[in-house]
Antibody, heavy 124, light 107 residues
């Protein structure tokens, strides 16, 4: 069974940093792209970024709103993906979900497996 | 970035109704479009990928269609467990972008 468990959320002051972790189990972690998606309170979903699989050298992609402030890394030996968040702003307050990208028929992808989410609150 | 315009933002429907939600991309995305369902306090789950492929385990009353810029999610006969918020997501080009969501409520 695929499991994704996020941790590391909490209260942080504006301008501060926080690192989220997502521990994966139940699948060959290194073979999958891993995404972070966030949801501000009462708002819609926002894709944050991706760390690609080992075959693609763990290349990363980011949303414009976080590029240069956030970075996604992974440790395949620990089956864990990380979201390092720097220079945090109040608008980064959200539930952050860790997501496994699944490959489907015809080579099409989907955000197939989601963690339960962890809340990050940026406030003084 | 590709913008995804989803409509309506909310709708009221009765059990057994046919429900249609649309999503329009600001530029052509082929069939790189998925639909996601989210219930309050829960993580989203994928219903449809590649515009029309039903995710394993998803009831057949859900269907998707479209390509290029215009896409549709249809629920053929609304069930009590379908009251939720639905999002489209384009994964044709980075950054991936979601539609604004459609909240389906009980009439």
């Amino acid at each position: 069974e695929v499991q994704l468990v996020e941790s590391g959320g909490g209260l942080v002051q504006p301008g501060g940093s926080l690192r989220l972790s997502c521990a994966a189990s139940g699948f060959m972690f290194r073979d999958y792209h891993m995404d972070w998606v966030r949801q501000a309170p009462g708002k819609g979903l926002e894709w944050v970024g991706r760390n690609k699989d080992k075959r693609r050298s763990h290349a990363t992609e980011y949303a414009a709103s976080v590029k240069g402030r956030f970075s996604i890394s992974r440790d395949d030996s620990k089956d864990t993906v990380y979201l390092q968040m720097n220079s945090l702003k109040s608008e980064d307050t959200a539930v952050y979900y860790c997501v496994r990208v699944d490959g489907g028929k015809g080579g099409y992808d989907s955000l197939g497996s989601w963690g339960q989410g962890t809340l990050v609150t940026v406030s003084s | 970035a590709i913008q995804m315009t989803q409509s309506p933002s909310s709708l009221s429907a009765s059990i057994g109704d046919r429900v249609t939600i649309t999503c329009r991309a600001s530029q052509g995305i082929g069939k790189d479009l998925g639909w996601y369902q989210q219930k309050p306090g829960r993580a989203p789950k994928v219903l449809i990928y590649a515009a029309s492929n039903l995710q394993s385990g998803v009831p057949s009353r859900f269907s998707g269609s479209g390509s290029g810029t215009d896409f549709t999610l249809t629920i053929s006969s609304l069930q009590p467990e379908d009251f939720a918020t639905y999002y489209c997501l384009q994964d044709d080009m980075y950054p991936l972008t979601f539609g604004g969501g459609t909240k389906v409520e009980i009439k």
